[in-house]
């Protein structure tokens, strides 16, 4: 597989999701675009044009539990943020966290992350190529590690950063 | 006007009818309906208008389809139609052809380029 249809599968998928489009029907579309290109020999712009347009096509209206669950999920994500921000600053600091030691907003924040993160993992497990079974969309253990990973060198710059400014 | 590109609201409003037709004639999938349309003077159909013609008549129950093992690729998907595809393509084709008839009747005759 060339590259260029690699970086298509990535966009498209993507411009799916973002169109709320079903992952069986994900999983159909870009294993339509990937096998038609390999019999005619065409870019997959060629043949079916930029993805985010293809994608298009395809979109559908958020339904109100969507909307509820995504909303739900960036809380999740937000309220992490602040707890981690929280976290550090206490324990550099050596202040307390509503009377707990600082480190406790930290692993607090580290927990708030999991349900964004199994979302996620669920999310992209769920896209599948209809010619073989396989992941179409970044594997689970590639998506704990990224969103960790993430997590992490939040953490690390937070902790540099309030060092670093006393 | 070159013989094989037509004004695409024309094309629009036929590719359905004649992707069914291609397909109500034997169980075949996309690149081979491109070829078929093709060769049956249509000029060439873009991935990115066939399968969302073909997405619709699935949808709509007028063919089903199935993913094959190919021989050289990872797999085709291969296009079949469906009893109730058959019987829509005999209603449409005949609304189709009284339509054009019609059509015809109002238009001034030219000597055809083909």
Known sequence: MTTSTDSYRRDLVLALRMGNVPPDRIGEIVAEV?????????????AFGPPREYAAGFARPRRAGDVVSL????????????????GVVGTVRGETFLGFPAWTA???GALLWIPPLLASVRRNASIRDPRTGGFLAPPPAAVVL???????????GLWVGTVLAG | MHDDVWPTEWLRATLPL????????????G???????????????????LYPVLNRLEQDGLVTSSWRE?????????FTVTPR?????????????????????LLPTVRSSR
Do not use: N
């Open chain 1, 34 to 46: 990937e096998s038609h290109v390999a019999d005619t020999g065409e870019s997959p712009v060629e």
């Open chain 1, 71 to 86: 909303l739900v999920l960036t809380g999740f994500g937000a309220a992490c943020g602040w707890l981690l921000a929280t």
């Open chain 1, 106 to 108: 930290l692993v607090l």
């Open chain 1, 146 to 156: 990224t969103m960790s990973g993430f997590l992490a060198l939040l953490t690390l």
């Open chain 2, 18 to 29: 004649c992707v069914l037709a291609v397909v109500a004639d034997e169980e075949t999938y």
């Open chain 2, 31 to 49: 690149y081979a309906i491109a070829q078929r349309l093709q060769a049956a003077g249509f000029g060439a159909v873009k991935g990115g208008t």
């Open chain 2, 70 to 78: 190919g021989a050289g690729g990872p797999g085709r998907k291969f």
């Open chain 2, 85 to 105: 595809g058959t019987a829509s393509l005999a209603e449409r084709a005949a609304a189709w052809h009284t339509f054009t008839e019609r059509a015809a009747g």
